[in-house]
């Protein structure tokens, strides 16, 4: 083998464990970006380790993309125990507003009438980004 193919065929070689070790988490689990929080997946978390164990600046790339993108989190473990005074409720299909109105009666324990109110129904592409869309009403004039 000559000295060119042998330096072609180690930086292939390099690159490709580079490119495997980088972003574990957002190369085998795409479905997983948008995750804000929850248990982190040991595995995920491991081959990042081997990242950083082998080649450090990887590693290091690896997590700071799947912390950036959520794909380091386990689905379905996010932590919804903090009181930010949201509640959630889910509901099947769209909502009328007479039972969006006895929903939140039932939900806050008192009649609430919602005609006189200036109610904007927003649909919100999944639960991390409602959050910030109520506190922008909140803090508006």
Do not use: W
């Amino acid at each position: 083998m000559s000295q060119a193919t042998k330096r072609t065929v180690k930086a292939t070689v390099l690159m490709l464990a580079m490119l495997h070790l980088t972003a574990c988490g957002t190369i085998l689990y795409p479905e997983r970006k948008g995750q804000v929080s929850g248990k982190i997946d040991p595995g995920i978390a491991a081959l990042n380790g081997i990242g950083l164990l082998f080649f450090l600046v990887p590693g290091v790339i690896a997590f700071a993309v799947d912390f950036s993108n959520g794909t380091i989190y386990l689905p379905g473990t996010a932590a919804v125990g903090h009181d930010d005074g949201m509640r959630v409720v889910q509901t099947e299909g769209p909502l009328t507003p007479n039972q969006l109105q006895a929903i939140v009666s039932a939900e806050v324990g008192v009649e609430v009438d919602l005609s006189q109110a200036q109610v904007k129904t927003v649909t919100a592409p999944d639960q991390a980004s409602i959050a910030p869309q109520l506190q922008q009403l909140q803090t508006a004039p």
